[in-house]
Nanobody, 127 residues
Framework: QVQLVESGGGLVQAGDSLRLSCAASGRTISTYDMAWFRQPPGEGREFVAG????????WYADSVKGRFTISRDSAKNTAYLQMNSLKPEDTAVYFC????????????????????WGQGTQVTVSS
């Protein structure tokens, strides 16, 4: 079973950038889609970005398109989320997750389509 650990969150001002990392251990994630979700205070978990196992396919929520970039480094068994031009509404706990099956891309956006999750990292954007 894979363990995922997110890092890189913090408190920033509007317009700043952050880079989140999702380090995997226990097994390789290189053949699985990876995704980032976020959960704002008092709200449900929402899809942010996904990337296919080859890294050649990416998909984004409309709210972050053009500002966030998802990537992966299979050699490091790690996925990343580069977040630019951050807004107060990006404030949330950010989670990474792997797809339930390998060899996608499956273009999934629902939390139930992802089987392994990290514990989350807090991102707070002040205005």
């Amino acid at each position: 079973q894979v363990q995922l650990v997110e890092s890189g969150g913090g408190l920033v001002q509007a317009g700043d950038s952050l880079r989140l990392s999702c380090a995997a251990s226990g097994r390789t994630i290189s053949t699985y889609d990876m995704a980032w979700f976020r959960q704002p205070p008092g709200e449900g978990r929402e899809f942010v970005a996904g990337i296919g196992w080859t890294g050649g396919s990416t998909w984004y929520a409309d709210s972050v398109k053009g500002r966030f970039t998802i990537s992966r480094d299979s050699a490091k068994n790690t996925a990343y989320l580069q977040m630019n031009s951050l807004k107060p509404e990006d404030t949330a706990v950010y989670f990474c997750a792997t797809s339930r099956a390998p060899y996608g891309p499956y273009w999934r956006r629902q939390p139930t389509d992802f089987g392994s999750w990290g514990q989350g990292t807090q991102v707070t954007v002040s205005s």
